[in-house]
Each structure stands twice: as C-alpha cells, then as structure tokens.
C-alpha cells in the first residue's frame, strides 16, 4: 500500500523527529527532560515515523507541564502545519524527491521547514 502511494502520503506525528517515534511521546518527553516538543509532518514510508521531514512546529516544555497538557499545547500546532503541509502539496509545491522532501524545487533540510513557537 505504502509503496503504491509513495510521495503522495504525509503523516501528523506529536514529536520532533526523529525523536520519539511510536506512542507516548509527551510522557517520553517528560521523562527525559526535554526543553523542547512539538510535532512533525512527514512523507510516509514503510518505516514507521521514518519518512522525510516536511515540517515541525517547536514548543517550549514548561516547568509544570504534565503530558495532558504538553498534549494540549501540541495539538494546536499539529493543527497549524497539518493544513500548510497539505496546502503545499495541493499546490504543487511539495513533492518527494530522491534525497528527501522538497518545497517550491528546493531540498528541504533533515528536519523539514521549522516553525518556532
């Protein structure tokens, strides 16, 4: 299925990968100590969280964060890159290419297009 649809299949993930692949992020966030969360858009491959990096969105862990709201607060941002990441491939501006994502012809860097927050 994967390989049918490939360069044509982007993923939300609540991490900066590739970090914290899988489930539990904020809680493995916490756990590590972590100054900074967020969420990542990426092509999907048969690897798991593993495709190329269109976008990230970096927050600021805070002090008394607990992962219900480290969730909460990343959330939010997944719902401000998702839609731009799926207006750029709409557009014709995204693609996949051999070495990884590319935005208006250009290689993005490993860790997509950041956006600081």
Same mark, same amino acid.
């Given at each position: 299925f994967v390989r049918?649809?490939?360069g044509r299949l982007l993923n939300i993930h609540p991490s900066l990968l590739p970090r914290y692949k899988g *489930?539990?992020?904020?809680?493995r966030v916490l756990e590590a100590g972590d100054a900074e969360h967020g969420c990542s858009v990426h092509f999907v491959t048969e690897e798991l969280d593993g495709g190329p990096l269109v976008v990230q969105a970096v927050i600021s862990v805070q *002090?008394?964060?607990?992962?219900?709201? *480290?969730?909460?607060?990343?959330h939010?941002?997944?719902h401000?890159?998702?839609p731009l990441a799926i207006r750029w491939f709409a557009e014709g501006r995204l693609s996949l290419g051999e070495h990884g994502a590319l935005l208006d012809s250009q290689l993005l860097p490993a860790s997509g297009h950041l956006i600081r927050h």
């Open positions: 049918h649809y490939q *489930l539990h992020t904020h809680k *002090l008394h964060d607990t992962p219900a709201a *480290l969730a909460q607060r990343v939010v941002q997944e401000r890159i998702y």
